[in-house]
T-cell receptor
Framework: AQSVAQPEDQVNVAEGNPLTVKCTYSVSGNPYLFWYVQYPNRGLQFLLKYITGDNLVKGSYGFEAEFNKSQTSFHLKKPSALVSDSALYFCAVRDGLTGGGNKLTFGTGTQLKVEL | GAGVSQSPSNKVTEKGKDVELRCDPISGHTALYWYRQSLGQGLEFLIYFQGNSAPDKSGLPSDRFSAERTGGSVSTLTIQRTQQEDSAVYLC?????????????FGPGTRLTVT
């Protein structure tokens, strides 16, 4: 079985400061990891993914994420937060070992609030 | 290009009534997914379609839920005899294929309220 944990329901950060949104996962095989963002009353937007290769993945809007196999983590980061980054962030995983399509398991989401 | 569209955007229904939710995926995307997002919870997988293959229904919570995909494009999620616990946002997503490396593109969702 595959699972994802986002230990923080909410993260508060001041604009201009670096931000981190945490995600840990559990899979049987190699993980395929994704971050999505959801703005109010809108669907999820894809930010970035890790499949293989470099542990530091860069994505949209200046976001990046670091894959750490030993800690089974895939934390989302941004060097300098903007108020417009305030949204709900979801981490998702698919176990590369299993078949049956592209069924993703999502975390419960982390609300990011960036304040002036 | 056009993204995933869903209709209606909001639906209020009385307990016991049937509802149909529609999803129009991105043109050319062969895979289509339905998820449910309940307040305070993450996204819950419901059902997945890939081409002409039999759908993966493993996430449907009860036999009141069903979905079909006609002509490999538009999909309809039907909930029969709605209950208050069915109240949630229903999200549809599509992707170019079924490889686990491919990201899914989501629609804006249908907010279902059962009174």
């Amino acid at each position: 079985a595959q699972s994802v944990a986002q230990p923080e329901d909410q993260v508060n950060v001041a604009e201009g400061n670096p931000l981190t949104v945490k995600c840990t996962y559990s899979v049987s095989g190699n993980p395929y990891l994704f971050w999505y963002v959801q703005y109010p009353n809108r669907g999820l937007q894809f930010l970035l993914k890790y499949i293989t290769g470099d542990n530091l993945v860069k994505g949209s809007y200046g976001f990046e994420a670091e894959f750490n196999k030993s800690q089974t983590s895939f934390h989302l980061k941004k060097p300098s937060a903007l108020v417009s980054d305030s949204a709900l962030y979801f981490c998702a995983v698919r176990d590369g070992l299993t078949g049956g399509g592209n069924k993703l398991t999502f975390g419960t989401g982390t609300q990011l609030k960036v304040e002036l | 290009g056009a993204g995933v569209s869903q209709s209606p955007s909001n639906k209020v229904t009385e307990k016991g009534k049937d509802v149909e939710l529609r999803c129009d995926p991105i043109s050319g995307h062969t895979a289509l997914y339905w998820y449910r997002q309940s307040l305070g919870q993450g996204l819950e997988f419901l059902i997945y379609f890939q081409g002409n293959s039999a759908p993966d229904k493993s996430g449907l919570p009860s036999d009141r839920f069903s979905a079909e995909r006609t002509g490999g494009s538009v999909s309809t999620l039907t909930i029969q005899r709605t209950q208050q616990e069915d109240s949630a946002v229903y999200l549809c997503a599509s992707s170019e294929g079924t490889s686990g490396t491919i990201e899914q593109y989501f629609g804006p969702g249908t907010r279902l309220t059962v009174t």
